[in-house]
């Protein structure tokens, strides 16, 4: 299954946040959308999760086109995201978080839950051995009846893929994971998303840490004033003096991409120091 994007375009009053963008995004890989401040990468992701709408053209998702459906259609079709700024439900704990997400198979079945309670408990212990096994496998299992808004700010961030994980996407869309980590957090999260690689699933990261993208990503898309300025492999990304310019107009090295997104990063790691 694919993810199109076809002459995709969003407007906020005169503001251009999109600009005819056209790609598509592969199962199997990790593609990863970079640039500058503003390019528009959180609206492509809050366009395909249908959290904005669409100005003009489509998006498509095996074909059929997604763009224009509520957002539980667009979620039933299996495409989970993070949200830049976390939002977990901080008042349940981590594994209600989970919980309340899981997908696969209680749907439909509501009335033998409410008939037949055996089955009803058999779903719910199945379900939340499900649950434990994600939390498990983000490290996160000590934390399982911990109200969500007391983790750390680092588990908070494992908590909210893992809450994607629990539907079971096809395609994962993750805005900014990074923001906020240290480096050993962020090392920790690059190898848990290596593991979530699979055949069957597209997933899409945003992202300003250079080191997490390169190291992490199949293909990039690099953004720029809403268009799509760039598309490559890690090595064609670095080796790309239009990107280069567009990050910083005068950079000449990936050094020097890397120093600005770091800048970005610490910017964003006060941001989330300053959470309440
Ligand atoms: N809800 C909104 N209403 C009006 N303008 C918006 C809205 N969301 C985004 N924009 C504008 O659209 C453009 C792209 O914003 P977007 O958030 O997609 O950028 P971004 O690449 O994710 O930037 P960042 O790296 O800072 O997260 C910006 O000019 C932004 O001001
Ligand atoms: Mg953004």
């Not at 379900?127 to 994600?134: G, P, V």
């Not at 004033?225 to 990107?243: I, M, N, R, W, Y």
């Amino acid at each position: 299954m694919t993810l199109v994007f076809q002459n995709l375009r969003k407007q906020y009053g005169a503001n251009v946040a999109i600009d005819d963008v056209s790609t598509s995004f592969e199962p199997g890989r990790i593609h990863g959308i970079i640039g500058p401040n503003g390019a528009g990468k959180s609206t492509l992701i809050n366009m395909t999760a249908g959290s904005y709408t669409v100005s003009a053209g489509e998006i498509r998702l095996d074909g059929r086109r997604i763009d224009g459906l509520k957002k539980y259609e667009i979620a039933n079709s299996g495409i989970a995201r993070t949200y830049q700024n976390i939002r977990l439900f901080d008042q349940m704990t981590a594994l209600e978080n989970l919980e309340v997400c899981y997908y696969p198979t209680d749907v439909g079945k509501s009335w033998r839950e409410i008939l037949w309670p055996p089955y009803s408990r058999r779903q719910k212990s199945r379900r939340r051995a499900a649950c434990m096994e994600i939390l498990r496998f983000f490290g996160l299992e000590g934390y399982a009846e911990a109200e969500a808004g007391s983790l750390p700010y680092g588990r908070q961030r494992m908590l909210e893929i893992a809450r994607a994980l629990v539907m079971n996407p096809r395609v994962l869309l993750l805005d900014e994971p990074a923001a906020g980590l240290n480096h050993h957090e962020t090392a920790e999260l690059t190898a848990k998303l290596a593991e979530l690689r699979s055949p069957d699933r597209v997933m899409i990261i945003v992202e300003h840490d250079m080191d997490l993208v390169m190291t992490l990503c199949d293909i990039i898309v690099v953004m720029h004033h809403g268009k799509l300025l760039f598309k490559g492999t890690p090595a064609e990304v670095q080796a790309s003096t239009d990107v280069q310019l567009a990050y910083l107009g005068t950079a000449n090295d990936i050094d020097e991409i890397r120093a600005a997104a770091e800048a970005r990063r610490a910017q964003l790691g006060i941001r989330a120091r300053q959470r309440p």
